[in-house]
């Protein structure tokens, strides 16, 4: 796992979607096609921004999966991944090859359909952040690091719930949903390379619980440390609070 920290959050989604984009190029060449794992929620918003943006990707011949949903949110309301998705990454790039969640329909059979499609060959990379409680998807601690499925069907601690709120998705806790359809653990870590998004002082606790403490179910994001394709990418005020000795070869110099 290597760590990049960096100024602010714009220097490191522009570096980021470098990656990315990087990546994604490559899979082409190689491969003829690209298959991705998109997350959502605010720590996305720039990278998307960015990558969105860049020369010469070939977004035809990209196969993108979802990473997690709601259940029992409507795919219309300002809080659904799917619309997030569509808005900030679909439409802006025309990928047709694409595997939403759609909370709208029938749990059991979104789980099946989309694991099946997940299964049939190798993720090239996977778009992931951590959340305030230091779950990777919706595997809120304790995470199960052991279960194979693709995808599971999960509830939502206070503190999860909490944190979508204070992002200002809802009105109030009641409103947001309880359960979700998350990608495990384990399937995420199949991806052969995972760039994961921290920004924000309100994300500095779970960093160093994840990046110095153990690697624990109570700190799901912490399992990234066993993946040997992991980048994390942090900013100043997430990185606040890791030691110096963490963070040693971590800044990158300010691009020009």
Not at 105 to 113: G, S
Request: aromatic letters at 8%; a negative charge.
């Amino acid at each position: 796992m290597v760590i990049k920290c960096f100024h602010d959050k714009r220097e490191m989604a522009q570096v980021a979607a470098d990656q990315a984009a990087s990546i994604l190029r490559q899979a082409i060449q190689e491969q003829a096609k690209a298959r991705l794992i998109a997350a959502t929620g605010a720590a996305q918003f720039d990278f998307l921004e960015v990558l969105t943006n860049l020369p010469r990707i070939e977004w035809s011949k990209v196969e993108m999966f979802h990473l997690d949903e709601y259940i029992g949110l409507p795919a219309s309301h300002p809080a659904s991944f799917c619309r997030f998705l569509q808005e900030r990454l679909i439409q802006k790039t025309g990928i047709t090859q694409h595997h939403l969640l759609n909370p709208e329909e029938d749990t059991e059979e979104v789980v099946r359909r989309t694991s099946a499609a997940l299964l049939s060959a190798p993720i090239d990379v996977a778009f992931v952040g951590i959340g305030e409680n230091g779950h990777l998807a919706f595997n809120d601690p304790p995470a199960d690091f052991e279960i194979e499925d693709p995808y599971l069907v999960v509830k939502l601690d206070v503190a999860c719930r909490r944190q979508q709120l204070g992002e200002g998705w809802f009105a109030s806790l009641a409103d947001v949903p309880q359960r979700a359809i998350s990608m495990s653990v384990r399937q995420i870590l199949k991806a052969k390379q995972i760039l994961c998004f921290v920004p924000d002082a309100r994300k500095a606790k779970a960093v160093k619980a994840c990046f110095e403490g153990e690697i624990s179910p109570m700190a799901p994001a912490s399992i990234l440390r066993t993946h040997p394709n992991t980048t994390v990418y942090l900013d100043q005020q997430s990185a606040a609070l890791l030691r110096p000795a963490t963070l040693a070869s971590a800044w990158q110099e300010k691009r020009e």
